[in-house]
T-cell receptor
Framework: AQSVTQLGSHVSVSEGALVLLRCNYSSSVPPYLFWYVQYPNQGLQLLLKYTTGATLVKGINGFEAEFKKSETSFHLTKPSAHMSDAAEYFC???????????FGKGTRLSVIA | GAGVSQSPSNKVTEKGKDVELRCDPI?????LYWYRQRLGQGLEFLIYFQGNSAPDKSGLPSDRFSAERTGESVSTLTIQRTQQEDSAVYLC????????????FGEGSRLTVL
């Protein structure tokens, strides 16, 4: 069975500082990995995804994530936080696209001016 | 609209009543998912429809929960004899390409059971 662990239910950073949101997964086969973002009063939207190929993937709004198989991790980063990045971020995994995504519990990102 | 539409956006009901939640997916999306999000929890998979195939009901928490979808159109999630622990946001998502797993989510239906 697949599972996702997001370390830290709430992360707070200063505007302009590095954003690092952690995600570790367990999967019996090479997984597909995703980050979704939920802005206040909006539905979840895809931020970025890894399926195959290059392990460093870039998403919208300057975010990127790196698939590290040896560490079973898919941490999300952004070099410089912006106030508009304040949202809930969800990491998700599936062993293939044919099975439903398994989501982590989410990390709420706050950005301090 | 172009996105996934869910109704009602908010529903308050009394314990023991039945509720129906509706999801209108993006046109042309063959896959439809229902998830539940309890306060402070991640998204919990409930049920998955893919075209005309038999749905994957493995996430439904009890026989009080059921869902239907006609073809590739609207889906309804029904909760019978609601309990307080059913209080949550119910999220619907649709997908064009199930292989890559990109889901498009609605804004959810917030259910409160008193």
């Amino acid at each position: 069975a697949q599972s996702v662990t997001q370390l830290g239910s709430h992360v707070s950073v200063s505007e302009g500082a590095l954003v690092l949101l952690r995600c570790n997964y367990s999967s019996s086969v090479p997984p597909y990995l995703f980050w979704y973002v939920q802005y206040p009063n909006q539905g979840l939207q895809l931020l970025l995804k890894y399926t195959t190929g290059a392990t460093l993937v870039k998403g919208i709004n300057g975010f990127e994530a790196e698939f590290k198989k040896s560490e079973t991790s898919f941490h999300l980063t952004k070099p410089s936080a912006h106030m508009s990045d304040a949202a809930e971020y969800f990491c998700a995994v599936t062993p293939s696209g044919n099975t439903p995504l398994v989501f982590g519990k989410g990390t709420r990102l706050s950005v301090i001016a | 609209g172009a996105g996934v539409s869910q109704s009602p956006s908010n529903k308050v009901t009394e314990k023991g009543k039945d509720v129906e939640l509706r999801c209108d997916p993006i046109s042309g999306h063959t896959a439809l998912y229902w998830y539940r999000q309890r306060l402070g929890q991640g998204l919990e998979f409930l049920i998955y429809f893919q075209g005309n195939s038999a749905p994957d009901k493995s996430g439904l928490p009890s026989d009080r929960f059921s869902a239907e979808r006609t073809g590739e159109s609207v889906s309804t999630l029904t909760i019978q004899r609601t309990q307080q622990e059913d209080s949550a946001v119910y999220l619907c998502a649709s997908s064009l390409d199930r292989v890559t797993g990109e889901l498009f989510f609605g804004e959810g239906s917030r259910l409160t059971v008193l």
